[in-house]
């Protein structure tokens, strides 16, 4: 069965040089077709999100043309043109990965603006379940990080859920216990 289209991510929503960014990784792991590249996408965002063909072979050609790709396989017969890094595109990647990476920085910046957008019965079901994709992608990239720095971050991560835990705990147990009556104060007593 297919899955119904999401209307909710539009393409003007994705960054600028997302796209780019993306083809570069994805042919920094070997090559790929256009086509291969544009369906990865459409499986990794559940079809919120896939670039049309009209979007993807102008900029594989621009890329071409930067001389950041090049045609790994010479397209035979209705065969489809497979492209491969150039090292000038290995550069290019690892420049475009250190802006992408200031961004990120930015990033709780402006979540915390777009909590302002919505009313909290939208936002924090959406933010669990940020969390939750958050935590598997996490599992799978977690390997990647060269020791001892992993085992930090880790440390690191440990904390902060340990905190993260604790308050939920404190939300729950409130939900659960009945205020405390306070005592009214004396006449001309502060508190």
């Known amino acids: 069965m297919p899955r119904?289209?999401?209307?909710?991510?539009?393409p003007q929503?994705?960054?600028?040089g997302f796209l780019r960014l993306y083809i570069l990784t994805q042919l920094s792991k070997g090559p790929e077709t256009g086509y291969s590249i544009i369906q990865r996408i459409d499986e990794k965002t559940e079809g919120a999100w896939r670039p049309g063909a009209g979007t993807m072979y102008p900029l594989l050609k621009g890329l071409l043309k930067e001389g950041l790709v090049r045609v790994a396989n010479p397209p035979g017969r209705?065969?489809?043109?497979?492209?491969?890094?150039?090292?000038?595109?290995?550069?290019?990647?690892e420049r475009i990965r250190q802006q992408f990476a200031g961004a990120g920085r930015r990033e709780p910046a402006l979540a915390?603006?777009?909590?302002?957008?919505?009313?909290?019965?939208?936002?924090?079901?959406?933010?669990v379940r940020r969390y939750r994709d958050a935590a598997e992608i996490l599992r799978q990239k977690v390997?990647?990080?060269?020791?001892?720095?992993?085992?930090?971050?880790?440390?690191?991560?440990?904390?902060?859920?340990?905190?993260?835990?604790?308050?939920?705990?404190?939300?729950?147990?409130?939900?659960?216990?009945?205020?405390?009556?306070?005592?009214?104060?004396?006449?001309?007593?502060?508190?």
Do not use: C, N
């Open 4 to 10: 119904p289209p999401h209307h909710w991510l539009h």
């Open 13 to 16: 929503t994705i960054p600028r």
């Open 78 to 93: 209705g065969g489809s043109k497979k492209y491969s890094l150039t090292s000038g595109g290995r550069a290019e990647l």
């Open 112 to 127: 915390r603006l777009f909590s302002d957008l919505l009313p909290g019965s939208v936002y924090v079901p959406m933010v």
């Open 143 to 191: 390997g990647e990080v060269p020791q001892p720095d992993r085992t930090a971050l880790l440390e690191e991560l440990r904390l902060f859920l340990k905190s993260q835990i604790d308050w939920i705990d404190s939300q729950l147990d409130a939900r659960q216990t009945p205020p405390k009556l306070r005592k009214k104060p004396k006449p001309g007593r502060k508190l």
